[in-house]
């Protein structure tokens, strides 16, 4: 039982501290509430208009997903590349090349299915359009 409360004990004070932070902080900080503390600020650009009626490009966060997937790839690829010849000297060369070149495959299947469906392409919006200086 004893396991318990130690664990219950840690459980307290992990939530005890933040919480005593955030009070000690919300208690000695200044409060100074003026107009230009409160105004929006988006790389130094004045907001116009709502924010909620904002549509936001989803180029980026297909960019994002695309860049996750493929660094991943590389932590698979390069643990293997180390350990490559001394598993081939176990296995053999199609029983150590095999699994990762069918795994590159199914990356360049998937990099190929991305990119007919427009997932790297750079969509060009109507605003950055009219903006444009010829």
Known sequence: ????????????????????????SWLLRPSV?????RATYESGEI?????????????????A???VVFDVETVFIIPWTVIFEEAVGELGFVH??????????ILLFALAWAWR??????????????????
């Open 96 to 105: 150590a090349f095999a699994p990762m070149a069918l795994f590159i495959v």
């Open 1 to 24: 039982m004893s396991d318990w409360l130690a664990i219950g004990a840690l459980a307290i004070v992990a939530i005890l501290i933040p919480v005593a932070m955030m009070v000690v």
């Open 47 to 63: 907001p116009v208009g709502s924010s909620r009626h904002i549509r936001f490009n989803i180029q980026y966060y297909m960019v």
């Open 117 to 134: 469906k427009g997932a790297v392409s750079w969509v060009k919006s109507p605003r950055a359009e009219s903006q444009r200086i010829e």
């Open 33 to 37: 509430p003026e107009q230009g503390k």
């Open 65 to 67: 997903l695309l860049f």
